[in-house]
């Protein structure tokens, strides 16, 4: 009983009466008009008929001195009269007028938001089941949580990949589709700094109820000092855990979307993974997937499901769809094949290690007066082939590529490669063959296995790296 009641409180966090913002304001203010119009002429026909039922009753007179009643007379019929069908006409339509006019108004005024007030531009892109959020005028790419500036409207622009969602947060805008192959705008503000929880409002499938996401507003220096991280790379990391990224998470998950230029990437990136299993569901080893840049600094995991903790992050790695019902990580990476992670413990905890210090280098330095700088660790190789040896395993090459001749992980053995690889191009030594296919992985692809699936970042490494895991790749036979 007492959970029902606290359901109904207006301060809930999913309270469309809790209005955050000037967009809900005027949702609400049209509510409110509509429901005490619609509350006086309950009253009025209510009345009416309690009016009618006491008044017009049936009664039977007794006839005086004996037992005998005669029945009621029938009241004076109305059928008919032309007055009174032209008022009970005239009124509803009125009512109607008075209602349709701020309704239709509002509804406008929701489209856009306000003249001359320099909107931030985001485009809301759903998709089964996450969402993800665009900063076309920052370059920024980010999931499941929607940082805004107190204050200022938001443009939003809402896309979907490929079902129909609902874009709604119950205290501050929504709900408006998202549609597939056409594109709806509205716009929303925030007053208060705060977390505003958000949730698909559509149903789009298995999780649809596990779509939830999360409006974060800052005041203007925090939202712009958030904008300024999300362009700044990470303290780097060279764990163990960044090569078992790379090897069995980078195919559907960006995570370095602080460069220039990566933006445009991302959304060539996400067509394509989406492309890839919309036509092969069967075989594609990847689908689009939430952009993981900066997870350190995300507070919810899943699309809203838990809180960013390690412990959540090592239970949803090992066995997402214990906690998801409906993701597809299972389904369609390698590393699950459908059941848990084929991954060791201390795997696994060293990819939510590595995840969770994906955090823009100095974030929350100024808020809590600056970290102390750890010590970087240098490392030093004898020979290219030695530095070769620890990219292989550390850039994750070791995930996908096996060493031995029999063993095929995901990609080719890299076995004798050195003796197969001097007469597979025209034109190209065996050198040229190897590094070219590290460096453009889709231009050369081996008979039997597909395009796509080699992760196209180890254009990033240095000439040096690049030359060292050439000198180290010779040596396998
Ligand atoms: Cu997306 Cu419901």
New binding site residues.
């Given amino acids: 009983m007492w959970l029902f009641i606290i359901s109904c409180s207006p301060q809930h966090q999913q309270s469309t009466f809790a209005n955050a913002g000037p967009v809900a304001q005027l949702q609400s203010n049209l509510y409110y008009l509509m429901f005490w119009i619609a509350a006086l002429i309950f009253i009025l026909v209510q009345g009416a008929l309690i009016f009618a039922l006491l008044n017009f009753r049936r009664r039977e007179k007794p006839i005086p001195g004996s037992d005998f009643t005669v029945p009621d007379i029938p009241p004076k019929q109305v059928h008919g009269n032309t007055k009174l069908e032209i008022i009970w006409t005239i009124i509803p339509a009125l009512i109607l007028i008075v209602i349709a006019v701020p309704t239709v108004r509002i509804i406008y005024e929701t489209y856009e938001p306000p003249e001359n007030s320099d909107p931030l531009e985001v485009v809301a892109m759903?998709?089964?089941?996450w969402w993800e959020f665009r900063y076309p005028d920052e370059g920024i790419v980010t999931a499941n949580e929607l940082y805004v500036p107190t204050n200022r409207p938001v443009r939003v622009t809402l896309q979907?990949q490929d079902?129909?969602?609902?874009f709604w947060v119950p205290q501050v805008a929504g709900k408006k589709d998202?549609v597939p192959g056409n594109t709806n705008t509205m716009w929303l503000q925030v007053d208060e700094p705060g977390n505003y929880s958000g949730?698909?409002?559509?149903?789009?499938?298995v999780?649809?109820?596990r779509?939830r996401f999360r409006v974060i507003a800052e005041e203007e220096s925090d939202f712009n000092n958030w904008l300024e991280s999300m362009k700044t790379p990470p303290k780097m990391d060279t764990s163990e855990g960044y090569g078992l990224f790379l090897a069995h998470c980078s195919m559907c998950h960006s995570i370095d979307s602080y460069n220039n230029g990566s933006y445009e990437k991302e959304l060539t990136m996400q067509d394509e993974r989406w492309d890839d299993w919309y036509f092969n569901q069967e075989e594609s080893v990847r689908v689009s997937a939430p952009n993981l840049t900066h997870l350190g600094i995300r507070t919810m995991l899943a699309a809203g499901q838990k809180d960013m903790t390690k412990e959540n992050l090592i239970a949803w790695i090992k066995d997402p769809s214990e906690f998801k019902r409906g993701t597809r990580m299972q389904s369609v990476a390698s590393v699950y094949k459908g059941g848990p992670a084929k991954l060791e413990d201390y795997e696994i905890e060293a990819i939510a290690d590595y995840l969770l210090a994906q955090i823009p280098e100095g974030w929350g330095a100024a808020k809590s007066g600056g970290e102390s700088e750890e010590e970087e660790e240098a490392l030093v190789w004898n020979t290219p082939e030695e530095h070769g040896e620890y990219l292989f395993v550390n850039q994750g090459c070791a995930g996908c590529h096996s060493l031995n001749e029999e063993e095929v992980i995901v990609g080719p053995s890299m076995y004798g490669l050195i003796d197969r690889s001097g007469d597979k191009v025209a034109g190209l030594t065996a050198e040229e063959y190897i590094y070219q296919s590290i460096v453009y992985p889709n231009e050369y692809i081996v008979e039997g296995y597909p395009a796509n699936v080699m992760p196209q970042i180890f254009i990033n490494l240095s000439e040096e790296e690049l030359q060292a895991l050439v000198s180290y790749l010779k040596t396998i036979k």
Avoid: N
Wanted: hydrophobic share 40%; charged share 5%.
């Fill in positions: 759903g998709h089964q089941w979907s079902v129909i969602h609902s998202t949730q698909c409002a559509e149903f789009c499938g999780a649809h109820a779509m």
